[in-house]
């Protein structure tokens, strides 16, 4: 248990199907993350948020869409997604942006159909 | 550009060491993480380094040399829990994470 809980663990949808993910965190951290994990590759870093204000993103598609209402939860909106999203999505959170030691979700696991 | 090299798999025995090496060139430098990842679980911090030298912690330790760009990551006394993918990530001068692809180390009886 990292104190930071994800769902749904696993996600399928068709290409035109409109769905959310929830990230949720315990710790009291200002910072969270959304990043996308490929087999064999890095950790691709797709969305920060700081005290509840995006401030990095990183060329994403508008296909996927962050919102945080509050510092405990971050969502990625999803709509139109293609086969090459299938991945696995995994939120962070961190003390502070500096201050990057990352407790992570277990991830959604999302299959695009 | 900016670059994390790490091997893609390692294999080992129940019982010896394994050293698992990284390799950065990054817009700066403050700091290097390595997690742990099991299969279908969250990333687990397992150490920071930001000063030369090795940091030992248990059966895990993790060196760093700034000159070289270089890490590595430790295992001693290797358990079948042991079984993971490792990654390695550096904070760059804009305090963002640089990830390593991960190495898969598979441990042997």
């Known amino acids: 248990e990292t104190g930071v809980t994800q769902t749904p663990r696993h996600l399928v949808m068709g290409m035109t199907n409109k769905k959310s993910l929830k990230c949720e965190q315990h710790?009291?951290?200002?910072?969270m993350y959304w990043y996308k994990q490929s087999a064999k590759k890095p950790l691709e870093l797709m969305f920060v948020?700081?005290?509840?204000?995006?401030?990095e993103n990183n060329s994403v598609p508008s296909r996927f869409s962050p919102e945080c209402p509050n510092s405990s939860h971050l969502f990625l909106h999803l709509h139109t997604l293609q086969p090459e999203d299938s991945a696995l999505y995994l939120c962070?959170?961190?003390?502070?942006?500096?201050?990057?030691?990352?407790?992570f979700g277990q991830g959604t696991r999302l299959t695009v159909v | 550009g900016q670059n994390i090299d790490q091997p893609t798999e390692m294999t080992a025995t129940e019982g010896a060491i394994v050293q698992i090496n990284c390799t950065y060139q990054?817009?700066?430098?403050?700091?290097l993480f390595w997690y742990q990842q099991h299969a279908g679980e969250a990333p687990t911090f397992l150490s920071y380094?930001?000063l030369d030298g090795l940091e030992e912690k248990g059966r895990f330790s993790s060196f760093l040399s700034r000159s070289k760009g270089y890490s590595y990551l430790l295992l001693k006394e290797l358990q079948m829990k042991d079984s993971a993918s490792y990654l390695c990530?550096?904070?760059?001068?804009?305090?963002?994470?640089?990830w390593g692809a991960g190495t898969k180390l598979i441990i042997k009886p």
């Open positions: 962070a959170s961190s003390q502070d942006l500096e201050n990057t030691e990352a407790f």
């Open positions: 710790l009291g951290h200002n910072a």
């Open positions: 948020y700081s005290l509840e204000e995006r401030v």
């Open positions: 990054t817009s700066g430098f403050n700091g």
């Open positions: 380094n930001v």
């Open positions: 990530a550096v904070l760059d001068s804009n305090y963002q994470l640089i």
